[in-house]
């Protein structure tokens, strides 16, 4: 199996598949964020200039990490009928999430160019380029959006993908060109060692780099000695988040089975762990969502082990059913747990749910179940009331967590609080968002999760111990 050490390593190892375009008029656009420096390098190899191709992912209401199509520049849109249907999104909620995304779209676009204009495409070979492909609506949108600039052939180019990601693609580029096609592919970030976050800032100053390089040595010293293009690295993950898309040291990669299916996962149970947190990923994420990945290393520092756990397949997370397939996702969640009890280092130790989006409900379903034992379950952004009846019997004490500007999941969870018979709370993150992007507020819901978890798993604990010294 093909892993890159980096977006730039795997910039030069597209690269060199890409040699038979040199002096075919080429223009190399990035993605961004991601893959503008994987599209850098490329663009050196070639000769070419290099532009990015702005394109929006359109969310779905109330989990915007899973894509129901995506619009770019030029008023181009991609649309998948079928998640629109399954989420039940109407055309007036489409069309208000479109026109936020096509604001979007012009903000970024003025920021990552600086000013400067779109390279003409007229003509030319435009090759675009992403770090990896999952899902393949954005990068359709952006072959159309190229397409409809006028270029006369389009070739779409990415480190990783899935197989048959040709299928998904179609007819919307001219040629196809992957350095690697696992036959295993559960995310992008699985074949990358270093999968840390690119800034709008790293986008730009990439950009002007290759800008002051086009126009010759005097223009790009220039540049440089003003400080407007530094070199293009990596950038850190933000302090809230961890390194995203790589399994972390420390822990075990596992796979739990459900049937025939086999679900990998990473496990990281502490020598004096006090109890044990199931990590419930959303729609669109995984073990490696770097959110969830920070915070399990909080729960980790508070004594507690964790087990992040793929609910779906690769394959499966492209089946929308199976995605809003909340009964599917609480049955394999209470898999887990049973495999998770079985395990040496787990027995008599008690188990905590954590979800995110959709995960939420299956957590709230999975411990609603008679004989569940579950000792507390915290919801981040989640979707509590897709768990419909079943919250009336859930008996582990539950938190809410929920971004203050996040209105629209707020109300939901507030609704499905009242349904609630268990001891909760609502916790409201004020400046939050759906993803708690913004400065602090991840931190803030890890702490609350983390509060919530040892307080709760530690009284179960220390009951049963003193049940065993009586």
Excluded at 36 to 43: D, F, G, H, N, T
């Amino acid at each position: 199996m093909m892993i890159f050490n980096d977006r730039t390593d795997a910039g030069r190892k597209l690269a060199v598949r890409l040699r038979h375009l040199r002096g075919e008029h080429a223009v190399v656009l990035g993605l961004p964020r991601g893959g503008v420096p994987v599209a850098a390098e490329v663009a050196r190899e070639l000769g070419a200039p290099l532009d990015v191709i702005v394109v929006r992912k359109l969310g779905v209401p109330f989990q915007p990490e899973l894509g129901m199509g995506a619009v770019g520049e030029g008023g181009v849109r991609v649309i998948d009928p079928e998640t629109v249907a399954g989420a039940g999104v109407t055309e007036a909620g489409l069309a208000v999430i479109e026109a936020r995304e096509r604001a979007e779209v012009a903000r970024r676009a003025l920021r990552y160019r600086g000013g400067r204009p779109r390279v003409p495409l007229s003509g030319r070979v435009a090759v675009i380029v992403d770090d990896g492909i999952a899902t393949g609506s954005t990068a359709r949108a952006a072959c159309r959006i190229a397409r409809a600039a006028g270029a006369a052939r389009v070739v779409l180019a990415v480190p990783v993908a899935p197989p048959r990601w040709q299928d998904t693609i179609g007819a919307d580029a001219d040629e196809l060109i992957a350095a690697a096609t696992p036959a295993y592919f559960y995310a992008i970030g699985e074949f990358y060692r270093d999968f840390s976050q690119t800034s709008d800032e790293q986008v730009a100053a990439c950009l002007a780099e290759m800008a002051a390089r086009e126009l010759g040595p005097p223009a790009e010293r220039a540049a440089l000695e003003h400080g407007e293009a530094p070199e293009l690295r990596a950038a850190p993950a933000p302090a809230a988040i961890a390194s995203p898309d790589a399994d972390p040291p420390g822990d075990d990669v596992v796979e739990v089975a459900d049937g025939s299916v086999r679900l990998p996962g990473l496990l990281n149970i502490p020598g004096d762990a006090a109890g044990l947190v199931v990590f419930a990923h959303g729609s669109g994420s995984s073990r490696h969502s770097p959110r969830n990945q920070y915070v399990a290393s909080v729960l980790r520092q508070a004594g507690l082990g964790t087990l992040l756990l793929d609910l779906l397949t690769a394959d499966e997370e492209l089946d929308r059913a199976k995605v809003f397939d909340v009964g599917l996702l609480a049955r394999r969640l209470a898999a887990a747990t049973r495999w998770l009890r079985s395990q040496p280092a787990a027995a008599g130790l008690p188990v905590g749910y954590f979800g995110a989006s959709t995960g939420a409900a299956a957590a709230l379903l999975a411990a609603a179940e008679p004989g569940a034992g579950i000792a507390a379950v915290v919801s981040r952004g989640g979707r509590p009331d897709l768990a419909g009846a079943a919250l009336r019997s859930v008996r582990a004490p539950t938190l809410l967590i929920v971004g203050g500007d996040d209105w629209a999941v707020l109300d939901l969870n507030r609704r499905a609080q009242a349904e609630l018979r268990c001891e909760n709370d609502l916790a409201v993150v004020r400046g939050a968002s759906h993803l708690f992007e913004e400065p602090g507020t991840l931190a803030a819901a890890a702490a609350l999760a983390r509060d919530w978890f040892t307080g709760n798993l530690n009284a179960i604990r220390h009951t049963a111990a003193s049940a065993r010294g009586r």
